[in-house]
């Protein structure tokens, strides 16, 4: 009787060669194609011992999955319905659509030799078939599984499927001893959906396994920027660069009627699979995929998740599959055009998103966040001060619609922090941080923490974050901020110089330097540091502003001071306080300071630390005006 028939491409026989060989010498009784004789009817050869094989064992490579393959397709489909599917890949390859259900075994490599785990692995599998352990007659390959529930976990116990769930199918071959180290990186999934445009779909599945992983406390998992500025380095490059022990790779092919997604956990020190698995589902089963994805990497990586922990892998999703393509492309509208116009799309879309399901969390959160970013260019103080009202309030709603989802606080956070209720901002940033929140929270508390004048827990916060997402060109920036505010100049601008280098488009880094040379005294190398921003920029001419007072050039100045009224209005009144009190103008920058107060400048902030602002602080109607601020704490 046949124990095992092989399916493949007839052009993959000599690769395939060693595998059979194999298996017969550990007694597998096997037909291949290999046994026709020159006068058999072939058709009826292949028909009749696939039917008479108790496990089928389909070879997926470039030539079977590739066009001229129908037949090993069509011999996976009968094996599927007797539940004598057993898949391999000898190439890296995705199955076709509708055979991504049970995990593939990799023998991608594999030279021979009856000791290799991968080999050991495929065996164990094979030898459970031919024991008859296989699926419940009542669970089908084909079915779709309840909803929150990985196919590979509702079939464990039983055949293949249960192999693979415990660790026939990959984790096996890794030692169960200790936990592997838990750091991460999801690199940008591929776009194999044949359409350019999709792009965005790809990149957002990636953006959310990362949120996922995150919520996990054992996992450190290295932030979008990052992994997205290495995502043409090989494996082992890219875990170098990012610090991680581990890449998550994938893929995602989507049509109208169904999405598939696939992923890989490789090894960064050898690039060695991990784990890798493809999910076949309808487009409204996103959500399901990832959390089922999140749950595999952890256990492959020998971290046992508690109940409430998987609950946590969900938060803040939605199963409408049209929101959550919305939402995918708010966030592609902003990801390289940081304008107003390109927030207003995204605003748009995400409100879209909202009307499909009103209760969709990241959706929530991501609106909060637009709508305090759009506040922050609004052409007068009285419509920043209501845009954040407005950012507060959705925020509010995200953080009530998802409190454990991180992302719902940043919104809340940006918005307080402009409405000037900085003990709210500072409270709201450790929650979120609290949750998850990941190298975006810890930067957003590294900026108000040095606003503050709190520079030590400054440094923690943006180390921490620069350790989340290592490549991210902001993280320098904030460095040199918080060193700024921390009086340490020449520290400051090393660091913003260097940001300057490595990332000229950037303004920020240009201005720290300036205003560190200004505070150095260095006021010609400060101008010429302004020089490389935008003629108009703010930063631009009130820097410019203080270095021509303090070279006595009080003309040059006070024209700068006229460019900024012309062009800003009542929007940065914060910034003509800083040149009147570097200009020795103490009264007229308290005057500048009340007005602040009084329209809500946002600027005021960083009234706490500005060294801008150390020649007026022992004055009592700035002590004033930061009493009136409340407290911080």
Same mark, same amino acid.
């Given at each position: 009787?046949?124990?095992?028939?092989?399916?493949?491409?007839?052009?993959?026989?000599?690769?395939?060669?060693?595998?059979?060989?194999?298996?017969?010498?550990?007694?597998? &009784?096997?037909?291949?194609?290999? #046994?026709?004789?020159?006068?058999?009817?072939?058709?009826?050869?292949?028909? %009749?011992?696939?039917?008479?094989?108790?496990?089928?064992?389909?070879?997926?490579?470039?030539?079977?999955?590739?066009?001229?393959? #129908?037949?090993?397709?069509?011999?996976?489909?009968?094996?599927?319905?007797?539940?004598?599917?057993?898949?391999?890949?000898?190439?890296?390859?995705?199955?076709?659509?509708?055979? $991504?259900?049970?995990?593939?075994?990799?023998?991608?490599?594999?030279?021979?030799?009856?000791?290799?785990?991968?080999? #050991?692995?495929? +065996?164990?599998?094979?030898?459970?078939?031919?024991?008859?352990?296989?699926?419940?007659?009542?669970?089908?390959?084909?079915?779709?599984?309840?909803?929150?529930?990985?196919?590979?976990?509702? @079939?464990?116990?039983?055949?293949? &499927?249960?192999?693979?769930?415990?660790?026939?199918?990959?984790?096996?071959?890794?030692?169960?001893?200790?936990?592997?180290?838990?750091?991460?990186?999801?690199?940008?999934?591929?776009?194999?959906?044949?359409?350019?445009?999709?792009?965005?779909?790809?990149?957002?599945?990636?953006?959310?396994?990362?949120?996922?992983?995150?919520?996990?406390?054992?996992?450190?998992?290295?932030?979008?920027?990052?992994? /997205?500025?290495?995502?043409?380095?090989?494996?082992?490059?890219?875990?170098?660069?990012?610090?991680?022990? *581990?890449?998550?790779?994938?893929?995602?092919?989507?049509?109208?009627?169904?999405?598939?997604?696939?992923?890989?956990?490789?090894?960064?020190? !050898?690039?060695? /699979?991990?784990?890798?698995?493809?999910?076949?589902?309808?487009?409204?089963?996103?959500?399901?995929? %990832?959390?089922?994805?999140?749950?595999?990497?952890?256990?492959?990586?020998?971290?046992?998740?508690?109940?409430?922990?998987?609950?946590?892998?969900?938060?803040?999703?939605?199963?409408?599959?049209?929101?959550?393509?919305?939402?995918?492309?708010?966030?592609?509208?902003?990801?390289?055009? !940081?304008?107003?116009?390109?927030?207003?799309?995204?605003?748009?879309?995400? !409100?879209?998103?909202?009307?499909?399901?009103?209760?969709?969390?990241?959706?929530?959160?991501?609106?909060?966040?637009?709508?305090?970013?759009?506040?922050?260019?609004?052409?007068?103080?009285?419509?920043?001060?209501?845009?954040?009202?407005? &950012?507060?309030?959705? $925020?509010?709603?995200?953080?009530?619609?998802?409190?454990?989802?991180?992302?719902?606080?940043?919104?809340?956070?940006?918005?307080?922090?402009?409405?000037?209720? +900085?003990?709210?901002?500072?409270?709201?940033?450790? %929650?979120?941080?609290?949750?998850?929140?990941?190298?975006?929270?810890?930067?957003?508390?590294?900026?108000?923490?040095?606003?503050?004048?709190?520079?030590?827990?400054?440094?923690?916060?943006?180390? @921490?974050?620069?350790?989340?997402?290592?490549?991210?060109?902001?993280?320098?920036?904030?460095?040199? *901020?918080?060193?700024?505010?921390?009086?340490?100049?020449?520290?400051?601008? !090393?660091?913003?110089?260097?940001?300057?280098?490595?990332?000229?488009?950037?303004?920020?880094?240009?201005?720290?330097? $300036?205003?560190?040379?200004?505070?150095?005294?260095?006021?010609?190398?400060?101008?010429?540091?302004?020089?490389?921003?935008?003629?108009? #920029?703010?930063?631009?001419?009130?820097?410019?502003?203080?270095?021509?007072?303090?070279?006595?050039?009080?003309?040059?100045?006070?024209?700068?001071?006229?460019?900024?009224?012309?062009?800003?209005?009542?929007?940065?009144?914060?910034?003509?306080?800083?040149?009147?009190?570097?200009?020795?103008?103490?009264?007229?920058?308290?005057?500048?300071?009340?007005? &602040?107060?009084?329209?809500?400048?946002?600027?005021?902030?960083?009234?706490?630390?500005?060294?801008?602002?150390?020649?007026?602080?022992?004055?009592?109607?700035? %002590?004033?005006?930061?009493?009136?601020?409340?407290?911080?704490?």
């Amino acid at each position: 009787m046949v124990d095992l028939f092989v399916s493949y491409k007839s052009q993959d026989r000599a690769r395939l060669k060693p595998l059979v060989d194999a298996l017969e010498a550990d007694g597998i &009784a096997i037909w291949w194609d290999a #046994h026709i004789g020159g006068g058999d009817a072939w058709r009826e050869a292949i028909e %009749q011992n696939l039917n008479a094989a108790r496990c089928v064992l389909v070879v997926w490579s470039k030539g079977s999955t590739g066009a001229e393959g #129908h037949f090993v397709r069509d011999e996976a489909t009968r094996a599927q319905r007797r539940n004598a599917y057993l898949p391999v890949r000898i190439d890296p390859v995705e199955p076709p659509l509708g055979f $991504g259900e049970i995990q593939a075994l990799s023998l991608i490599g594999w030279k021979g030799d009856r000791a290799d785990p991968q080999y #050991h692995a495929l +065996l164990t599998a094979v030898r459970a078939i031919l024991n008859g352990k296989r699926p419940p007659a009542s669970v089908r390959l084909a079915e779709r599984p309840r909803a929150g529930v990985d196919r590979r976990l509702a @079939l464990a116990g039983g055949g293949v &499927a249960a192999l693979l769930a415990a660790g026939a199918g990959g984790w096996a071959l890794w030692p169960r001893a200790e936990a592997k180290d838990a750091s991460i990186a999801v690199m940008p999934f591929a776009n194999l959906s044949g359409d350019p445009t999709q792009a965005y779909f790809a990149d957002g599945i990636a953006e959310e396994l990362r949120s996922a992983l995150t919520r996990i406390p054992q996992f450190t998992v290295i932030g979008r920027n990052s992994s /997205e500025a290495a995502r043409n380095e090989d494996t082992r490059t890219a875990a170098a660069k990012l610090g991680v022990a *581990s890449i998550l790779t994938g893929s995602v092919r989507r049509s109208p009627s169904m999405i598939r997604i696939s992923a890989q956990l490789v090894s960064g020190k !050898d690039g060695v /699979e991990h784990w890798s698995e493809s999910y076949d589902r309808a487009p409204g089963d996103a959500l399901e995929i %990832q959390s089922a994805i999140a749950q595999s990497v952890a256990q492959a990586l020998q971290i046992r998740l508690l109940p409430q922990e998987k609950d946590l892998l969900s938060v803040g999703g939605t199963r409408n599959a049209e929101a959550h393509d919305l939402l995918l492309r708010a966030f592609d509208a902003t990801s390289l055009d !940081d304008s107003d116009e390109s927030y207003a799309r995204a605003l748009a879309l995400v !409100d879209s998103a909202l009307q499909l399901d009103s209760h969709y969390g990241e959706a929530l959160a991501h609106r909060a966040r637009l709508i305090g970013l759009l506040a922050e260019n609004a052409p007068t103080a009285k419509e920043v001060q209501q845009g954040m009202q407005r &950012a507060i309030e959705a $925020g509010r709603i995200a953080v009530s619609e998802a409190p454990k989802l991180a992302s719902a606080y940043s919104g809340l956070a940006q918005g307080l922090k402009g409405a000037l209720d +900085l003990r709210g901002a500072r409270q709201i940033l450790e %929650q979120g941080v609290a949750v998850g929140g990941g190298s975006t929270l810890l930067r957003g508390q590294a900026q108000i923490l040095s606003g503050l004048g709190e520079f030590d827990a400054a440094l923690r916060a943006i180390d @921490l974050a620069t350790k989340l997402d290592p490549l991210y060109r902001t993280n320098l920036t904030i460095r040199a *901020s918080v060193l700024y505010y921390g009086r340490r100049y020449a520290e400051a601008l !090393d660091a913003g110089l260097k940001s300057t280098v490595l990332f000229p488009k950037v303004f920020f880094g240009k201005t720290v330097a $300036g205003d560190s040379l200004n505070m150095l005294g260095r006021y010609r190398e400060a101008l010429s540091q302004y020089g490389r921003l935008p003629d108009f #920029h703010f930063s631009r001419l009130t820097g410019e502003a203080i270095a021509l007072a303090k070279l006595g050039d009080l003309p040059g100045s006070d024209a700068r001071l006229k460019s900024l009224d012309d062009t800003y209005k009542d929007t940065i009144i914060y910034q003509f306080a800083q040149i009147r009190s570097q200009r020795g103008e103490a009264d007229v920058a308290c005057t500048m300071l009340e007005k &602040a107060l009084a329209l809500r400048d946002a600027g005021l902030s960083s009234i706490f630390a500005d060294p801008f602002l150390d020649p007026i602080r022992r004055e009592a109607r700035f %002590q004033a005006v930061v009493k009136a601020l409340g407290p911080t704490r």
